[in-house]
């Protein structure tokens, strides 16, 4: 069992940046691979990027491909998402998510989720 919490949204112009973390409770967190989604309003969710248990293996949506890095340290227990030149279509609330099988770009195969922090870029 892992509980997660976001945080690290807010507010920035077209062009930011923003660094969000997911902070992960519990002693197993580096038996999980974890993703992180966004849902925009009147959207489906939607598949940002995942990173495996050990964090060498990392996969991104083709929308975020060269903006967008996530990263792990496990021994904090928490996962990170740094999202640069921002863009307005990139404003969502944005969850982060852990599943113990695979990394997957399927929220469907995501056992836990967090709260969700809001992300919303200006132009």
């Known amino acids: 069992q892992v509980q997660l919490v976001e945080s690290g949204g807010g507010l920035v112009q077209a062009g930011g940046s923003l660094r969000l973390s997911c902070a992960a409770s519990?002693?197993?967190?580096?038996?999980?691979?974890m993703g992180w989604f966004r849902q925009a309003p009147g959207k489906e969710r939607e598949f940002v990027a995942a990173?495996?248990?050990?964090?060498?293996?990392?996969y991104y949506a083709d929308s975020v491909k060269g903006r967008f890095t996530i990263s792990r340290d496990n021994a904090k227990n928490t996962v990170y998402l740094q999202m640069n030149s921002l863009k307005p279509e990139d404003t969502a609330i944005y969850y982060c998510?852990?599943?113990?099988?695979?990394?997957?770009?399927?929220?469907?195969?995501?056992?836990?989720w967090g709260q969700g922090t809001q992300v919303t870029v200006s132009s």
């Open positions: 998510a852990g599943n113990p099988i695979g990394t997957y770009n399927d929220y469907r195969r995501y056992d836990y």
């Open positions: 519990g002693r197993t967190f580096s038996n999980y691979a």
């Open positions: 990173i495996s248990r050990s964090g060498g293996l990392t």
